[in-house]
């Protein structure tokens, strides 16, 4: 597709439970982010992926978080045995690593963990 | 560094006056800047962006100025509008190291 890709774009979930999200990047971009935003908050960075080279995880909030790229494509974000405080949007973005391009940001999944 | 906080500060304008949102940036490495505007239930969409060798680039209705002794960055609107209600990123990055995010600034316009 031409932009950023999100799916589910809605997950409820039950507390304990393993949720996984995805994100389709636009074709060719290289980088790829995910950025958690709580209810009226700002960005928190959670990780970034660059090519080839290891991902940058500095900004996971816990173990039960982990995210995958295969391929330097797809990239899948899982959330295991999830809690409450883990309902938020999830936003993915990707971008060219050619100088003075921006990143795009896909619509986001809203997880409610209930 | 990164965002150190996540609350949103919030800037209240009146309708038809000039709103200005500013911005810390942290890498004075950093060579390109962007401005994101993020309407509620949508992810953040790019306004305007500007490069390390400019010091001012005007869209429409959009003015981005850079300071780069001060680090700082700021987003002018001209005549405020209800559409303009959002919350408004700033962005800094260079080549190929990875995108930071300023936390966001809320803004609201006042009929």
């Known amino acids: 597709g031409a932009g950023v890709s999100q799916s589910p774009s809605n997950k409820v979930t039950e507390k304990g439970k393993d949720v996984e999200l995805r994100c389709d990047p636009i074709?060719?971009?290289?980088?790829l982010y995910w950025y958690r935003q709580s209810l009226g908050q700002g960005l928190e960075f959670l990780i970034y992926f660059q090519g080839n080279s290891a991902p940058d995880k500095s900004g996971l909030p816990s173990d039960r978080f982990s995210a995958e790229r295969t391929g330097g494509s797809v990239s899948t974000l899982t959330i295991q045995r999830t809690q409450q405080e883990d309902s938020a949007v999830y936003l993915c973005?990707?971008?060219?690593?050619?100088?003075?391009?921006?990143?795009?940001f896909g619509q986001g999944t809203r997880l409610t963990v209930v | 560094g990164e965002s150190v906080g996540l609350h949103l500060p919030t800037l209240s304008v009146q309708e038809g006056d000039n709103s200005i949102i500013n911005c810390a940036y942290s890498n004075s490495a950093s060579d390109y800047f962007i401005w994101y505007k993020q309407e509620s239930g949508k992810g953040p969409q790019f306004i305007i962006d500007i490069r390390s060798n400019m010091d001012k680039r005007q869209g429409q209705r959009v003015t981005v100025l850079l300071n780069k002794t001060v680090k700082h960055l700021s987003l002018q609107i001209a005549a405020t509008q209800p559409g303009d209600s959002a919350v408004y990123f700033c962005?800094?990055?260079?080549?190929?190291?990875?995108?930071?995010f300023g936390t966001g600034t809320r803004l609201k316009v006042l009929a």
């Open positions: 962005a800094e990055g260079s080549g190929t190291y990875k995108y930071i």
């Open positions: 074709s060719g971009h290289t980088a």
């Open positions: 973005a990707s971008s060219s690593t050619i100088a003075g391009t921006e990143a795009f």
